[in-house]
């Protein structure tokens, strides 16, 4: 880390002059220390220290406010315990903000006062952002997309053989030579982003979607020019090159006149676009952004794809999203689904919102300074997969899939990881 200097210090409070409003001065002085949301996290279940505690990261961004804004902080410090910025508290902000929260707001649940400490921590990479003490390995997956407009550096020459080759493959899955995935095509009714990882390492969800679409006779594309779903600017705190990201979205929308933007399987990348881009962009969309989860729930009500669950005998379980499920309001949609393609589907305890975390969120995937806590922390989630007895685990989100693809193999759980799509398409009954 470089030394902190007056003018580094400046930037780092030029974001709480920004944030100086009532939402932040409420969360600042509300917290009463009860200590409930010890319990809900996953990095102190694991670690049992009290510097994992959420409330030390409540207490970090509270005491550097009281050091620089209240009276008393700036000439009796030591009453209050309020904060200097500098290199000692600034490396222990990194790593609490960075290298030991996911933001995914378990802790905000089950706080007795309400406060909503997923919004502190982001505050607090804000501050670091500007202070330019973003970790550089996730820093590195952000420039990969502002540079090249994929996280993956994907050329687009890579991408159109990926897509022709899977095109190739749906014709003779679905015995159809008119069957296609069609490319930059204007005035269709939808869009459809991709995770970059997809056409990486896991073309078969792309086929999944791809065989969705052409059971529900759907008017679709996917852009060459911008089809990445996620945004780690949403983790980093850079809010300007996230909202470049978003912009980028947007825009081929608009210009490829799609009706609807269809948000791919990724919890962050629905999020950072549908309830966070407005914010960024500061003005409203003028179509409709839907996640596939949605889309595919809608499909089956409406009788536009069939589906036949005695196909699967296999016990299958569902791990929900932090970003599409506790901080998205997408709850029921993915277990309609699973409920209609799966014969033997149980859940996980504790689930839904109050689902614990995987431990690939906030990040965590792309900082591999802090693998070894990431997989610490994911002994929890391969514990419920155990006691559910499943053979099968469903995420709607590639990065919880890549991270219980790991847990899979270090914990030796012998199970399936599998996205959402592909289940679906594996239920499809074509006519």
């Not at 200097?5 to 709480?16: M, P, Q, W």
């Not at 790593?95 to 006062?113: A, K, V, W």
């Not at 939808?190 to 990882?197: A, E, K, W």
């Not at 029921?332 to 996980?348: C, G, K, T």
């Amino acid at each position: 880390m470089q030394k902190i200097t007056e003018n580094t210090i400046n930037k780092g409070l030029s974001v709480l002059n920004h944030f100086q409003d009532s939402r932040l001065l409420t969360q600042l002085n509300s917290c009463v220390h009860c200590g409930l949301c010890a319990e809900s996290c996953i990095y102190y279940l694991t670690n049992k220290e009290a510097r994992f505690v959420p409330v030390k990261k409540v207490d970090m961004i509270s005491s550097i406010y009281k050091r620089y804004y209240t009276f008393i902080g700036r000439h009796a410090p030591f009453l209050v315990n309020a904060l200097d910025i500098n290199d000692d508290n600034v490396a222990e902000m990194v790593d609490l903000f960075f290298g030991s929260c996911t933001m995914c707001g378990r802790c905000n649940l089950h706080c007795s006062i309400g406060i909503d400490i997923a919004y502190l921590v982001r505050t607090g990479r804000i501050m670091l952002a500007e202070m330019g003490y973003i970790p550089l390995s996730i820093q590195s997956t952000v420039d990969a997309s502002i540079n090249s407009g994929n996280n993956m550096s994907i050329t687009t020459e890579e991408f159109v053989d990926t897509i022709k080759w899977l095109e190739d493959d749906l014709k003779d899955e679905v015995n159809d030579e008119n069957a296609s995935i069609p490319l930059n095509e204007k005035d269709k009714n939808l869009l459809y982003t991709l995770n970059p990882r997809e056409p990486k390492f896991f073309p078969l969800s792309i086929s999944a979607m791809a065989k969705i679409f052409y059971a529900a006779g759907e008017s679709w594309t996917i852009s060459t020019q911008m089809y990445d779903v996620t945004n780690y600017g949403f983790f980093t705190g850079n809010k300007g090159e996230a909202t470049t990201i978003v912009k980028r979205l947007y825009d081929e929308t608009k210009n490829l006149n799609a009706k609807e933007l269809i948000l791919a399987e990724c919890g962050h990348g629905s999020c950072a676009f549908r309830w966070e881009g407005p914010n960024y962009l500061k003005h409203s969309y003028d179509f409709k952004a839907i996640t596939s989860v949605e889309l595919m729930a809608d499909y089956i009500k409406s009788g536009r794809i069939k589906v036949d669950k005695s196909r699967l005998k296999q016990r299958v379980t569902l791990h929900d999203p932090c970003n599409l499920v506790r901080n998205g309001g997408i709850v029921h949609e993915q277990r309609y689904i699973l409920n209609q393609i799966a014969s033997d589907f149980v859940e996980m305890t504790p689930h839904g919102i109050d689902n614990y975390c995987c431990g690939g969120g906030g990040g965590q995937l792309a900082m591999s300074e802090y693998n070894d806590r990431r997989m610490a922390i994911g002994e929890r989630k391969a514990d419920q997969i155990r006691k559910t007895g499943a053979q099968i685990v469903v995420s709607p989100c590639h990065n919880c899939v890549d991270q219980l693809i790991q847990i899979n193999s270090q914990y030796k759980l012998n199970v399936q990881i599998k996205t959402l799509s592909e289940m679906v398409a594996d239920a499809i009954v074509l006519d």
